[in-house]
């Protein structure tokens, strides 16, 4: 489908991650403003959390980013820090994991940032899908 909002397709091809803070994590998803403003998900602009069951306990995490209970939208992010992101825990929905590529995440999290963790470089996801 297209965006209500942007008109841009909702997937991620061609998303670029917006914000990389080394042995953190980095952020992608907005696919609207591409600047960590925008987003939206095929249920509309925001979409309640679904659940707190899975933890940030490991680098590799995916999760929703948000700004407070209940707004999520397209955006996410992947821990990169090796102990994982504790503190997150109940605030940002756990919906999955690397499972492949780990060494690709550990080359994103070295490309350099300005001050407010935008990459200088452009990281973008080329290629996108479902796994079956």
Do not use: W
């Not at 403003?37 to 707190?52: A, L, M």
Request: charged share 20%; with cysteine; proline share 2%.
């Amino acid at each position: 489908g297209f965006s209500r909002t942007a008109g841009t397709p909702l997937h991620f091809k061609g998303c670029k991650f917006h914000r990389i803070i080394k042995n953190f994590m980095l952020q992608s998803g907005d696919f609207t403003r591409g600047d960590g403003t925008g987003g939206e998900s095929i249920y509309g602009k925001r979409f309640e959390d679904e659940n707190f069951v899975h933890k940030h306990k490991t680098k590799g995490v995916l999760a929703m980013a948000n700004a407070g209970a209940n707004t999520n939208g397209s955006q996410f992010y992947i821990v990169t820090a090796a102990n994982g992101t504790p503190h997150l825990d109940g605030k940002h929905v756990v919906f999955g994991k690397v499972i492949s590529g780990m060494h690709l995440i550990d080359i994103l999290d070295n490309v350099k940032t300005d001050s407010n963790d935008k990459p200088f470089s452009t990281v973008e996801i080329e290629h996108c899908g479902e796994l079956v």
